[in-house]
């Protein structure tokens, strides 16, 4: 096993706000997605590979909101 990396207070608060705006960007992205999709017909038509990218940048939203949960508890 490799040992943890030390980081300092600002490094963390850095890491901290990428994660925020990276999960805040993924959720957004996926409410533009599903809005375009339920108001466009072409959208709709595409729809099976909308529905799948709406939900990957949900999960990566969720992902990215545990990470940075989980690394403020541990500060």
């Given at each position: 096993m490799t040992e943890p990396m030390?980081?300092?207070q600002d490094e963390?608060?850095?890491i901290l706000e990428?994660?925020?705006d990276a999960a805040f960007?993924?959720?957004t992205r996926s409410r533009v997605l599903d809005t375009a999709v339920r108001?466009?017909?072409r959208?709709?038509?595409?729809?099976?590979?909308?529905g799948s990218d709406i939900e990957l940048h949900r999960r990566q939203?969720?992902?990215y909101g545990a990470l940075a949960l989980k690394l403020r508890?541990?500060?």
């Open positions: 030390a980081l300092t963390l608060a850095l990428a994660l925020d960007y993924r959720d108001r466009n017909p959208s709709r038509a595409a729809g099976v590979e909308r939203a969720r992902a508890k541990q500060s």
